[in-house]
């Protein structure tokens, strides 16, 4: 055992014979239920963070411990108001204080070995502490004190360059004081060592976009993706990845990761609830995005058959007017099945005339389109077959002129 702990467990008891010994006398006690609820109820909300993952163990310990000192400050420092009447408290109240007391001297004993003096760790809750709303922390640690903690940090891990858990601590509290270029290179060291963490992937792409001017394209997207392989359900990486969609205009994708965060963290998360505001411009956009692309997903004009050609044509011969790819596979994308009868005819091709789901009109920017006539009504060609086609369109064209003027040879 070091000398340290012994000291520490020498003063303990001293504190602690000071501050049992009063209550072993019998001393009047007074209802402090009220006075003392804040302090329970930061212990209850410390107790949910621990519990949904916020705050590891040795946050938890260290916030605690700050919050249960408090707790015995209070208890001292407390006087039966002038219009209270004191009252003598059974036997069973001074053992739950006793035993409050002794927990709460115990554990902030703990908690400043382990942020003090253990060799073992050099973590600790510094971005935790910091971030913990003010209602948890009464008394918020001032800036100063956070950058002597950080500078001390940083030393040791110059010491201890193998402490993975100390580079994650570091590379987070520079995150915590907003100092995100400096994060980076603690990120970089933490990631070594834990490379399939999908929390500190994201945290780290979160601090590489910020320092890239908020842009999440390029390397934090792919660390971003990397932390969803990991855990499709991350908030912060599912966050930064609809923030990307929606910086690229890609809205139903920005949608889709908004939605899947919102079903996959509390309601009261603060991710959740900032997203709000985003998914439901989202949603907007993507509506006007539809409604434009319903109209230009189309192409149209006119067909006629070749006067020269007519005599090899019969009025129940099947025509083809279809638009395929301009580049990429030549299955139609849309196909309109008329007879010859009917030329000279006014077309228009859409979605709705997909020969698949998989590949339609609206998923290219520019198409071919043409018209066949085919005497066996097949839709692969056949020699003998008349054909015309367009050269390469935009999309979204509605006066095409197309007309049946050549042969499909054998």
Request: cysteine-free; aromatic content about 4%.
């Amino acid at each position: 055992m070091t000398p340290f702990v012994l000291l520490a467990l020498a003063m303990s008891g001293a504190v602690l014979w000071l501050l049992l010994r009063p209550l072993l006398k019998n001393p009047p006690t007074i209802d402090m239920n009220h006075d003392l609820n804040p302090l329970r109820e930061q212990i209850r909300q410390l107790d949910a963070l621990r519990d949904s993952g916020t705050l590891d163990a040795e946050a938890y310990a260290l916030a605690r411990a700050r919050v249960e000192r408090q707790l015995v400050d209070q208890v001292l420092q407390q006087t039966p108001p002038a219009t209270v009447r004191a009252t003598r408290g059974p036997w069973p109240l001074k053992a739950s204080l006793a035993g409050g007391l002794v927990v709460g001297v115990l554990a902030f004993v703990g908690a400043g070995y382990a942020w003090v003096g253990s060799p073992d760790s050099t973590a600790a809750a510094l971005p935790a502490m910091a971030a913990l709303p003010t209602e948890t922390a009464p008394h918020p640690m001032a800036p100063g004190d956070m950058r002597a903690m950080v500078d001390t940090l940083a030393t040791r891990l110059a010491q201890n360059p193998d402490d993975a858990d100390g580079w994650v601590m570091l590379a987070r509290s520079y995150a915590v004081l907003g100092e995100h270029t400096q994060a980076l290179p603690a990120f970089r060291r933490a990631l070594a060592a834990r490379p399939d963490d999908a929390v500190l992937l994201a945290d780290m792409a979160d601090a590489l976009a910020v320092s890239n001017g908020r842009r999440i394209e390029g390397e934090p997207l792919q660390l971003v993706q990397r932390a969803l392989v990991i855990d499709p359900k991350q908030l912060k990486a599912l966050s930064l990845a609809g923030t990307a969609a929606f910086d690229r205009r890609d809205y139903p994708a920005a949608i889709g990761f908004w939605e899947r965060l919102q079903q996959a963290g509390p309601p009261d998360h603060a991710l959740v609830r900032q997203v709000a505001d985003g998914l439901m411009e989202a949603r907007q956009l993507a509506g006007g995005q539809a409604a434009a692309a319903a109209g230009t997903a189309q192409v149209g004009g006119s067909v006629t058959l070749a006067a020269d050609l007519a005599g090899r044509a019969s009025p129940d011969d099947t025509v083809f007017i279809f638009a395929r790819a301009a580049q990429g596979p030549r299955m139609p994308l849309a196909v309109l099945r008329k007879q010859v009868r009917d030329l000279p005819l006014q077309f228009r091709l859409d979605d709705s005339l997909a020969m698949s789901p998989a590949l339609k009109l609206s998923s290219q920017r520019q198409v071919v389109v043409g018209a066949r006539i085919s005497k066996s009504g097949q839709a692969l060609p056949q020699a003998g077959d008349l054909v015309g086609e367009t050269a390469v369109v935009d999309l979204g064209r509605t006066d095409l002129r197309i007309q049946i003027a050549g042969v499909v040879q054998p």
